[in-house]
């Protein structure tokens, strides 16, 4: 098993798994509309993933974007999706991803990653605890939907 930064030469097969990452969380599966999405990140050079493999297939990802902080006048990630395909689930696929995308902030020299997670996903939260992430509990997370 392996982790390195996904490349456009992936895109068919990580429009895959992302297309399979939105039916997860509700969304009607749309190949058309995850390979768009992740072409124009990688176009616009917007986002930074990471993806894990075995056997050849691309099992994982993890999704970056980059942040400001404006009182810290530094920069900072946002971690915003982070998938394993379920048969390759409870082998350290996940941590595998999030420690490569700690290593890779830490060189860019990034204050810090930020993640929101659902307040149902218990084995999330104790991966990321485990991991080093606090629990925000000063702030709170407003959301203006515009669409």
Same mark, same amino acid.
């Given at each position: 098993?392996?982790?390195?930064?996904?490349?456009?030469?992936?895109? *068919?097969?990580? @429009? $895959?798994?992302?297309?399979?990452?939105?039916?997860?969380?509700?969304? =009607?599966?749309?190949? !058309?509309?995850? /390979?768009?999405?992740?072409?124009?990140?990688?176009?616009?050079?917007?986002?930074?993933?990471?993806?894990?493999? *075995?056997?050849? @297939? $691309?099992?994982?990802?993890?999704?970056?974007?980059?942040?400001?902080? =404006?009182?810290?006048? !530094?920069?900072? /990630?946002?971690?915003?999706?982070?998938?394993?395909?379920?048969?390759?689930?409870?082998?350290?696929?996940?941590?595998?991803?999030?420690?490569?995308?700690?290593?890779?902030?830490?060189?860019?020299?990034?204050?810090?990653?930020?993640?929101?997670?659902?307040?149902?996903?218990?084995?999330?939260?104790?991966?990321?605890?485990?991991?080093?992430?606090?629990?925000?509990?000063?702030?709170?997370?407003?959301?203006?939907?515009?669409?």
């Amino acid at each position: 098993m392996i982790v390195r930064r996904a490349t456009e030469t992936d895109l *068919k097969q990580l @429009a $895959i798994l992302f297309d399979e990452y939105r039916q997860f969380y509700g969304a =009607s599966s749309n190949f !058309s509309e995850s /390979y768009n999405f992740l072409k124009q990140r990688f176009e616009n050079k917007e986002s930074v993933i990471f993806i894990h493999i *075995k056997d050849d @297939a $691309i099992t994982g990802f993890v999704l970056l974007y980059l942040g400001f902080s =404006s009182l810290a006048c !530094s920069t900072y /990630y946002i971690l915003d999706d982070v998938y394993v395909t379920p048969v390759y689930r409870r082998q350290g696929s996940a941590k595998q991803l999030i420690d490569t995308a700690i290593l890779f902030a830490r060189h860019e020299n990034a204050l810090r990653i930020s993640l929101e997670t659902q307040k149902s996903n218990y084995q999330s939260h104790q991966l990321y605890e485990k991991m080093g992430f606090v629990r925000d509990e000063e702030f709170c997370t407003y959301h203006c939907f515009l669409k």
